[in-house]
């Protein structure tokens, strides 16, 4: 069974930066591209970055820059820096274990989220 659990998440003020963590089990991490989304009330859930397996990366346009995806294989971790980060960064992040193909990320196993809220 796959497992996702998301942490690092919490209250930080304009300007400052978090780093949210992802631990995973149930998969084989080294071979399995990973992502974070996040989600606010009432809208999508949207795709922040992902990177593949062999750590490559892509990001949205309102991440690059101030967010940095990495991963851990021999922790089994995925992690999501965030920097710089803005009041409309607040949201429920999302780490998620897909499929990477042509350039287009896939997600499929999901973690229950963490809150980020970014006060002004």
């Known amino acids: 069974q796959v497992h996702l659990v998301e942490s690092g998440g919490g209250l930080v003020q304009a300007g400052g930066s978090l780093r949210l963590s992802c631990a995973t089990s149930g998969i084989v991490f080294s071979i399995n591209p990973m992502a974070w989304y996040r989600q606010t009330p009432g809208k999508q859930r949207e795709l922040v970055a992902f990177?593949?397996?062999?750590?490559?990366?892509d990001y949205a346009d309102s991440a690059k820059g101030r967010f940095t995806i990495s991963r851990d294989n021999a922790k089994n971790t995925v992690y999501l820096q965030m920097n710089s980060l803005k009041p409309e960064d607040t949201a429920v992040y999302y780490c998620n274990a897909g499929g990477y193909s042509l350039g287009i990320y896939y997600p499929d196993h999901w973690g229950l989220g963490t809150q980020v809220t970014v006060s002004p």
């Open positions: 990177i593949t397996s062999g750590g490559a990366t």
